[in-house]
């Protein structure tokens, strides 16, 4: 009967330690380990984002912006919530995720407004290059942490891009809107990575 006893204490133990592996394993692909690393990375993705908030807003202070947009041409952006009970309600994986699909979004359309401006050689229009520049920086370093997190993968569709514009107005409100509406995601983004990073243990 002691053996019997013996074995099955030492089965009862096996299966607890194999639980409490298995949480440990969960948590870890949740938070990986060096906490105060990922934190350090979550301070560098608000950093970064708010730089692109700084650029944005610089760019729409020139002169060529002061209209009010009359028509919409892109029908494709992200779609930014910018409500801050929404803040309250993120998943950790799924907004990593959601931020990069849009982020990326974002790549391809400034991409397609920064040939057009070039071909049609629009002086007056400000240069994107060091925009787009920074804006892959961002991607990249995001992309760290949802392969860290193992965060699941979000498919990202072709834009649906307007055609090229013929007339200069056209080119300056395509602009403005892009960037109008990269202000309020990198706004958005910003407040949502110090929220996650609150969440992160410490």
């Not at 608000?46 to 892109?74: C, G, S, W, Y």
Request: aromatic share 8%; proline share 7%; net charge positive.
């Amino acid at each position: 009967m002691k053996e019997v006893s013996s074995v099955l204490g030492d089965s009862s133990s096996s299966l607890l330690l194999s639980l409490l592996l298995a949480q440990l394993h969960l948590l870890a692909s949740a938070f990986p380990a060096h906490p105060r690393r990922i934190q350090t990375d979550f301070d560098k993705l608000t950093n970064q984002t708010r730089h692109l908030l700084k650029l944005t807003q610089d760019l729409l202070k020139n002169p060529v912006f002061a209209t009010e947009i009359d028509h919409h041409r892109f029908k494709s952006l992200p779609a930014i919530s910018s409500r801050v009970s929404d803040l309250t309600t993120l998943e950790f994986k799924p907004t990593l995720s959601q931020l990069y699909a849009d982020l990326k979004s974002f790549e391809h359309h400034f991409e397609w407004l920064n040939r057009t401006t070039r071909k049609q050689q629009h002086s007056s229009v400000p240069k994107l290059t060091d925009m787009i520049s920074h804006i892959k920086s961002l991607i990249h370093s995001l992309q760290r942490q949802i392969i860290r997190a193992e965060a699941p993968r979000i498919p990202v569709p072709s834009p649906s891009l307007p055609p090229n514009p013929a007339f200069h107005w056209e080119v300056v409100q395509s602009s403005q809107e892009l960037l109008q509406q990269f202000r309020l995601f990198c706004d958005w983004a910003s407040r949502v990575f110090l929220t996650l990073k609150s969440r992160l243990p410490a």
